[in-house]
């Protein structure tokens, strides 16, 4: 475990004693019905007379509410209820839902280490936030076919699977009674692998066309060593609507957003910049949306430097391509949040992903009787330092430390042994190509025994010229990277802002205007 950054003696112990246990057998998933009790600020009873329409519009989402009651009437007192509590277990992870509370994720969990993958909630705690009113933090909220979806707060079904594979599935869905659009979510822990799994079905049973969009509402634990890690090829990031663009991660001036707001636009239109949007504890002005634009990969990623753990999610990149963080922000201001939707669990953001649709609110037509699906993969990760690649198989992470250092980790979400870690540099010989500087042999790994050293590398050499691979027992690469050239935020091109829609008797045809 050389070369891991900032992990305490007490966690590389928890790492040890968990991974010797992990090399044994992967063993059986267990899935139960439960009861959890949580101190509850509950809502004022539903309204009996449902709206049609509220007036509220938000993310393109029109208030039409009917025939679901409106749940805006919030009260003060605290109360202890009990939810039921879904929950899925393997031999590293412990997911667990609450299905009357729209299947929000309540808790998922890294066995060894305690680390929560996603913001844990220990109060239920609603604001007025949701399309019907009442709409609770942490977790992860499905989210289709509007973000903050009307039935967010209210009872969803359920139901229990057991695979032929040994995983085992928890399906929560609903037919959103407006538009009759079906949606169902299969997540699953797996026997052999530290993952969890989501399957996503949505179903237009209809005779006719529906604009639809999907984003998955992840929220995490943050602070002053929260860090949001896009992949590093991702350059351009940009804001709802597409209506403002930035560099990333290095993104506005800092000396231009310390300016009073009477005299700056609410973002500063500007590339030349030195602040790193990459990091929660810089927003100190005002709360944020950056989207992620890098279509050639498939992975997003935050991880907290201090704990030395992260959360990362990895998908296909053809279908999920939206990427996305949101924060409130580190002041004053964005604080009160801290106050309105929990006790006690602090600050948080959200690494929200979208399929069909890399922006909010983009959204896409779903044909008659058409139906649609997607896999998404989340999984904690630990003890590398960083995320600069992941796929299913675990993350990897090349960082140079020093002039003559370069740390290199990787997290795997199996068991696997006698694996090889290489570190090569390209040589400019064509008849051998690539000169390995560093190997090791025999590397046992897990999901709880990540492998991270420092390896020495010639000063004068580029980073693009290094790669760093893991290779299992029979020789097959199951992890690697190269990184990247890094880019100045003034070379960095930026597209043009996207126009708004002009009025109809301006287009030349109907076709144009439509």
């Not at 709206?51 to 007192?77: E, I, K, N, W």
Request: glycine share 8%; proline share 7%; charged share 25%.
């Amino acid at each position: 475990m050389k070369g891991v950054i900032g992990m305490n003696m007490k966690s590389l112990m928890l790492l040890s004693a968990a991974g010797c246990a992990a090399l044994a057998f992967a063993g059986e998933v267990t899935i139960a019905e439960k009861t959890v009790t949580l101190p509850t600020y509950a809502p004022g009873g539903y309204d009996k007379t449902p709206l049609f329409y509220t007036g509220r519009v938000y993310q393109g989402a029109q208030g039409r509410v009917y025939p679901y009651p409106m749940q805006d009437v919030l009260h003060d007192g605290k109360i202890d209820e009990t939810y039921k509590y879904l929950t899925l277990e393997n031999d590293w992870l412990q997911m667990g839902l609450l299905p009357e509370h729209g299947g929000h994720l309540l808790n998922f969990t890294d066995k060894a280490t305690g680390f929560e993958a996603f913001y844990r909630q220990h109060v239920i705690k609603p604001a007025l936030i949701g399309m019907l009113g009442a709409w609770i933090s942490g977790g992860v909220e499905w989210n289709f076919p509007h973000h903050h979806r009307a039935t967010t707060a209210m009872p969803i079904d359920w139901r229990f699977v057991e695979n032929k594979d040994g995983s085992k599935t928890i399906w929560i869905g609903e037919t959103e009674l407006r538009r009759r659009l079906k949606w169902t979510v299969g997540l699953s822990l797996l026997p052999d692998r530290a993952v969890l799994k989501a399957e996503n079905v949505f179903m237009n049973r209809q005779p006719w066309i529906e604009s639809m969009i999907y984003w998955a509402n992840v929220s995490v634990h943050c602070g002053d060593d929260y860090q949001i890690l896009f992949p590093p090829s991702m350059h351009v990031g940009f804001d709802h609507h597409k209506n403002y663009w930035t560099s990333f991660p290095i993104g506005p001036r800092k000396e231009e957003l310390e300016l009073l707001p009477s005299q700056r636009s609410k973002y500063a239109n500007d590339i030349s910049g030195s602040m790193d949007l990459s990091w929660w504890r810089n927003f100190t002005i005002e709360s944020r949306s950056i989207f992620g634009m890098d279509p050639d990969n498939a992975f997003m990623a935050g991880y907290d430097h201090k704990k030395q753990c992260g959360t990362v999610h990895v998908s296909n990149r053809h279908i999920t391509v939206g990427k996305k963080f949101f924060l409130w922000g580190n002041f004053p201001e964005a604080h009160v949040w801290d106050t309105v939707l929990t006790d006690s669990d602090g600050p948080y953001l959200e690494l929200m992903v979208g399929c069909w649709s890399d922006n909010q609110p983009d959204y896409s037509w779903i044909a008659p009787y058409e139906t649609r699906k997607v896999e998404q993969f989340w999984f904690p990760v630990k003890g590398i330092g960083g995320v600069k690649n992941v796929t299913i198989d675990g993350a990897v992470n090349v960082d140079r430390r020093g002039p003559e250092e370069m740390l290199v980790g990787f997290h795997s979400t199996r068991v696997l042994k006698d694996c090889t870690v290489r570190v090569s540099r390209s040589s400019g010989d064509s008849r051998n190509p690539r000169e390995v500087i560093f190997s090791e042999g025999g590397v046992a790994i897990d999901p709880n025994t990540p492998w991270c050293k420092t390896v020495k590398v010639a000063a004068d050499a580029k980073d693009q010229e290094f790669t760093a691979e893991i290779a299992d027992a029979s020789g097959k690469v199951f992890l690697s990277y190269t990184p990247v050239p890094e880019v100045k935020p003034e070379d960095v091109k930026l597209p043009p802002k996207v126009a708004n829609p002009k009025p109809p008797t301006e287009y030349e045809s109907a076709e144009l205007a439509y």
